[in-house]
């Protein structure tokens, strides 16, 4: 039976921590029985692509291998020196360490999740005083992740990698491929959204991670484009979710409805014994906001506010075409 | 069972957990660890196995009676390993997040700060990527507060609250059990008005007070929440909405069964719903972008809405009788 992945793995790395100078390819393969029979059984082809792979894994890990040429067999030579992967001193109170037990909880995302407890493992092994029972707490922040599009777009971001996806604009009727340089993701009211530079467009844009459809693939090559230092996705993504408005709308509203939208208002009088009359921050998305409570709203102004909701109601009551 | 990435994660860690707790217990491990007690025994059947040469014999001599755990040839190679990108980025991203939150109590939102000060500083330049993810939650602060205490004291809650299935401010008696934070802030608790588990959004909440009665919630199973946090239930009535590719938004806001594409870029979306007379405000809101095709009467209670909404505006005049 093949040896598991996790075994053969764990060897790796203890070979190259272990010891003081390079080791060759040749070397590990007579230390770590798996690469043994992949060479013996397989191929030197075999062997070296698991080799490679395993590399990589383990500096995923956070292992930071050196190459040298100084193998004593002359050849390229792999080790994982001890000073420059020692974590530093690091002194947690009880408190602190309970608070980032609580926080490492948060990812719903299985990597970013598996990577958290991995760092709060290697903290505990350190000596940091985390409490030995899980606490519930009554507190549960949680970050979703259950975009697909997440987990590559975070290591194109984190290794600065330009990538190719296909996206489906807001009211689009299909997607379009993209070119985009990623700079940053920002998770905001439960969605995930990516800001980079697209490079067919030669200019910032924001992308939502659901409307990505298809695989995320990555190319070769460097960013075009200077990185910027800061990047307020949320500023754009809220412009669009209509805050940062600058107009001012009328509306009245029945007595006791539309808790939302009264809860918007920046002023609110009554009109008679059943209706009050609101004045709501105008931006986008407001008219299909006030149409969603039907009889129970009457815009009085802006005249273009008044009019999309008219048009909307129209739309609903079968009095226009509707186009599907 | 845990992949063979976050299984090595693990061993690495626990090695050097180990060299520090000779005779450790194997269930105080488990627990150090969250893992189950099965998962660690598979991980110490892995470590005899590993070592610097299987054939030289060199390896971890680490064995288990079951109840405790010994390592015979401790070797000082088992030191504290620096953090990965990806830890110290889920961590100080997840920390820096949650110490963000409005309402967290300010003694725990000192710690997360004071602690994620210390990781950057250990991370060093593995912490960089975190700066490339940002999470905002948003939670109400002072009725995040008011629940907070009460979830602490153990005590009843009263409510007044915009139930959004039935359009209209409602009073409940919830007993909290927990507040959870995905986007918006919601309360799970029990109602006593209606006699089961609800869900609360913290913005929709008009009114609080934390009352004296003490809490007293039914024993319940922690709902899984990983589909959502509005999960409707198996026997609820089915919807079905049409929508063209301005409405495709549906999809991603509701639990849905299904979404088939339609050959103009939009959608048919079967959803079920606890309240589908609830949904009544979606086709409104809707407008020309999708309309529901089922139930039928649904369809007809969106249309009689929207023509007595119109009503208001006839002639050019606005009317409120």
């Known amino acids: 039976m093949a040896i598991a992945k996790a075994e053969r793995l764990m060897n790796l790395a203890l070979c190259l921590m272990n010891t003081r100078r390079p080791l060759s390819k040749k070397e590990l393969r007579e230390s770590v029985e798996a690469y043994r029979e992949a060479w013996q059984q397989g191929s030197e082809d075999a062997f070296n692509r698991m080799f490679e792979r395993d590399k990589d894994d383990l500096r995923e890990l956070g292992l930071v291998i050196d190459v040298d040429e100084n193998a004593l067999d002359g050849e390229v030579g792999y080790l994982a020196r001890r000073d420059r992967n020692r974590l530093p001193e690091i002194a947690l109170d009880a408190e602190e360490a309970a608070a980032l037990t609580l926080a490492a909880r948060v990812w719903q995302q299985a990597k970013m999740s598996g990577a958290a407890s991995g760092a709060l493992q290697k903290l505990r092994a350190a000596g940091v005083p985390f409490a030995e029972e899980r606490e519930h707490g009554a507190l549960e922040p949680r970050i979703p992740g259950r975009e697909a599009a997440f987990e590559p777009l975070l290591t194109a971001a984190r290794d600065r990698r330009p990538v190719t996806f296909e996206y489906r604009k807001a009211g689009a009727a299909g997607a379009e491929p993209r070119s985009v340089e990623p700079w940053a993701l920002e998770c905001w009211r439960g969605h995930w959204y990516l800001a980079g530079f697209d490079r067919d467009r030669g200019s910032a844009r924001v992308f939502r991670l659901s409307r990505i459809t298809g695989k995320v693939r990555s190319r070769a090559g460097a960013f075009t484009g200077d990185v910027p230092e800061h990047v307020d996705v949320r500023a754009v993504v809220a412009r669009f979710a209509g805050e940062g408005a600058t107009a001012v709308a009328m509306v009245r509203i029945r007595r006791g409805a539309a808790y939302p939208l009264r809860q918007r208002a920046l002023d609110t009088r009554p009109v008679d014994a059943d209706w009050d009359q609101l004045d709501i921050p105008y931006g986008n998305g407001l008219g299909a906001d006030l149409a969603e409570y039907g009889p129970d709203v009457i815009v009085i102004g802006p005249e273009d506010l008044r009019a999309d909701v008219i048009d909307r109601l129209r739309a609903v009551a079968g009095l226009a075409e509707v186009a599907q | ?321």
């Open chain 2, 1 to 321: 069972m845990s992949n063979a990435i976050d299984q090595t994660r693990r061993m690495l860690s626990l090695v050097t957990y180990l060299r520090e707790r000779p005779g450790a217990e194997v269930a105080e491990v488990a627990r150090a660890f969250g893992i189950t007690e099965r998962e660690l025994i598979g991980d110490l059947n892995v470590l005899p196995m590993c070592g610097t040469s299987f054939r030289g014999g060199d390896l971890l001599d680490i064995d288990t009676d079951g109840e405790r755990i010994w390592w015979h040839n401790v070797d000082d190679v088992a030191q504290p390993l620096r953090l990965a990108a990806d830890e110290a980025t889920a961590l100080l991203v997840a920390a820096r997040a949650v110490a963000g939150l409005p309402g967290l109590r300010e003694r725990d939102r000192q710690a997360l700060t004071r602690a994620v000060a210390k990781i950057e500083d250990a991370a060093g330049e593995s912490a960089e990527s975190a700066a490339r993810i940002g999470v905002t939650f948003e939670a109400e602060g002072t009725v995040f507060a008011d629940i907070d205490r009460a979830l602490s004291e153990g005590r009843l809650i009263w409510l007044r609250y915009w139930s959004h299935g039935r359009g209209e401010l409602t009073e409940r008696e919830v007993d909290p059990i927990r507040l959870v934070t995905e986007g918006h802030t919601y309360l799970e608790g029990w109602c006593r008005t209606s006699e089961d588990r609800r869900t609360f959004r913290l913005d929709r909440i008009a009114e609080i007070k934390v009352l004296d009665e003490p809490a007293n919630p039914p024993r319940l199973q922690p709902r899984d929440l990983s589909a959502g946090l509005v999960a409707p239930a198996a026997d609820d009535p089915q919807v079905v909405v049409e929508v063209g590719p301005g409405g495709r938004w549906v999809a991603e806001y509701y639990t849905h069964d299904s979404a088939e594409e339609l050959p103009d870029g939009g959608l048919r979306i079967t959803l079920r719903s606890a309240e589908p007379s609830g949904l009544r405000t979606l086709a409104l809101r809707l407008g020309r972008d999708g309309r529901i095709t089922a139930p039928p009467q649904l369809a007809e209670q969106a249309r009689t809405a929207a023509l007595a909404a119109l009503e208001h505006y006839r002639d050019g005049q606005v009317r409120t009788t």
